[in-house]
């Protein structure tokens, strides 16, 4: 006869059962950053611009895309090189960014999943 799954177990005030707990502090701090930076929507969409861009993009474009002025257009993209998603390069006076090429299997997964447009 199968056996019944188990329901919660009885709870007696001021008393707790140990539950496994697997998650390595190290990558629940540094996944918790990702996610963080890119809890913010234009964080999240100039990550998505990125990823499909064929080329590193201008500052410059993503203050006339999104309507906002340098710096905080340069403070979100501080916010992503700090978390290691994206990297810059100076030509000129002008700074051009790209999606890190040497992403994580598990960070890549995140965006693969987060940037997915809905069916």
């Not at 996610?35 to 990125?50: E, P, V, Y």
């Not at 700090?82 to 997964?109: D, F």
């Amino acid at each position: 006869m199968p056996r019944a799954a188990a329901g919660p177990a009885a709870r007696r005030r001021g008393t707790s059962r140990e539950i496994p707990v697997h998650a390595d502090p190290a990558w629940a701090d540094s996944t918790a950053e990702v996610l963080r930076a890119l809890a913010d929507r234009t964080r999240l969409s100039m990550i998505a611009a990125l990823r499909s861009s064929e080329q590193p993009v201008c500052i410059c474009d993503f203050t006339v895309a999104y309507g906002l002025s340098q710096p905080t257009i340069s403070h979100h993209m501080s916010k992503l090189r700090a978390v290691g998603l994206v990297e810059s390069r100076k030509q000129g006076i002008w700074i051009y960014y790209s999606l890190r090429t040497n992403l994580t299997p598990s960070v890549e997964r995140l965006l693969e999943a987060v940037l997915r447009p809905d069916s």
